[in-house]
């Protein structure tokens, strides 16, 4: 292992960085954090939070990700390291950066602070506008403006005078300033919220899938976006919200990647700063339905939810007592609860824009757990996260076997459908 200060990090590699000053062993077991330049292969997040010791088996990113069996089988079988180093490891105290020397040194220059945050969100229809006010009712205590904007300027002057008329008496600054945005000014903020969206199917109509028929018109808008947070050079979170929040993901990464040629060159946004939010809610419609009928009462207390926000979506109703058929029962509910407010008569984006996206971008910025999707080797995938100064941090559990199974499907049809 080899070890090396670069500014105020102490940085350690199994492989030799060249130009950079080396210290001693001694000297990097005293630092309270580390960053460890992996040499894993495939695609991955460029920097990430290490929270076992199996990260420093330099695998590619993947599924063991979050499966605590696979993370202890890869910490037994990988070449050995310093046992301090392990432990710093298993308690979060080491950044994992896997870039090029030039982006190495660009990830560490960047600055991490707990100030309060600027918001600007695009598109201000039925989910921007709910967004909003969870935002904004929510949200003073870690932002400290939101700045709107639409093609349609009206519109977002009647929620800047709508929602700046809203306050706590006595109590004036409590809650965030709202702001009109000129497009120019979309990307000068730290969290870019894209609610655009076309071609939504309407109310009666036969689509059973409503999120994946808004794909390649939502993928258009999106990308173009991406292009221009490259050409910003954007460096805070890009927080996706429309449907079909996953595959928007990857499209909008696609193309803040790529050049004027349309060539691939890995200059836009990193794959770590792009979140998917839309699985927040499928998490709260399996609650609902928990809280409703008993036989699902454990997923209040031991059940998570996995995968992309739609028909790929996966709810476990317990990860320690797993259940299959039940599990199963309850993704389905989960999956068609949507179906029934349609069937209703209403477009339901009230408890898309405040679970999946108002609450869980304020825990994203907050640092705390919350529902997501990320860049998981070359696709995103939704699990449960948070967002630390040391990098995305995912929740590692000792998954059942069937429910790996279940998790490796969607994995290997989220794959499939990237290529």
Request: proline residues 3%; hydrophobic residues 40%.
């Amino acid at each position: 292992m080899f070890y090396y200060r670069i500014e105020n990090h102490v940085v350690c590699s199994r492989i030799e960085l060249a130009s950079f000053d080396k210290i001693s062993e001694q000297e990097a077991e005293q630092a309270n954090h580390l960053i460890y330049v992996s040499n894993r292969t495939g695609n991955g997040k460029h920097k990430y939070r290490i929270n076992h010791r199996g990260y420093l088996a330099d695998a590619a990113e993947g599924l063991w990700c979050l499966d605590r069996n696979q993370l202890n089988a890869l910490a037994d079988s990988m070449e050995p390291v310093p046992e301090w180093l392990a432990d710093k490891a298993d308690a979060g105290n080491l950044t994992g950066i896997c870039a090029d020397i030039e982006q190495i040194e660009k990830i560490l220059s960047l600055k991490t602070d707990s100030e309060k945050k600027t918001v600007h969100i695009l598109a201000m229809g039925d989910v921007g506008g709910t967004l909003l006010i969870g935002m904004a009712l929510m949200g003073g205590d870690c932002v400290k403006e939101i700045g709107i904007y639409d093609f349609n300027e009206n519109l977002c002057h009647r929620w800047e005078h709508e929602i700046n008329q809203i306050s706590f008496p006595w109590d004036y600054e409590r809650m965030p300033k709202v702001k009109v945005l000129k497009q120019e000014e979309l990307f000068q903020c730290d969290v870019f919220v894209f609610c655009a969206s076309k071609s939504i199917p309407p109310v009666g109509s036969e689509v059973q899938d409503v999120r994946m028929a808004q794909l390649e018109a939502n993928s258009a808008i999106i990308s173009q976006y991406g292009k221009m947070a490259r050409d910003a050079g954007f460096k805070g979170l890009f927080a996706v919200v429309s449907d079909p929040v996953d595959p928007l993901c990857q499209r909008v990464w696609a193309a803040s990647n790529r050049n004027e040629n349309g060539i691939f060159d890995g200059r836009g946004l990193r794959p770590e700063q792009i979140q998917g939010y839309g699985l927040g809610v499928m998490n709260s419609r399996a609650a609902y339905y928990a809280k409703q009928d008993k036989r699902f009462s454990r997923f209040l207390t031991e059940g998570r939810a996995y995968g992309p926000h739609g028909q790929r979506l996966v709810i476990a109703d317990s990860v320690d007592n797993y259940n299959h058929e039940l599990s199963m029962e309850l993704t389905k509910k989960t999956v068609e609860a949507n179906l029934e407010v349609r069937a209703l008569g209403y477009k339901p984006y009230i408890a898309p824009a405040i679970s999946s996206a108002a609450i869980s971008i304020l825990l994203t910025i907050r640092g705390q757990w919350h529902y997501s999707s990320n860049y998981l080797g070359g696709i995103f995938m939704g699990a449960k996260n948070r967002s630390t100064a040391y990098g995305v941090e995912l929740e590692h559990l000792a998954l059942p076997d069937a429910l790996l199974e279940r998790l490796q499907a969607v994995v290997d049809d989220l794959n499939q459908s990237v290529r």
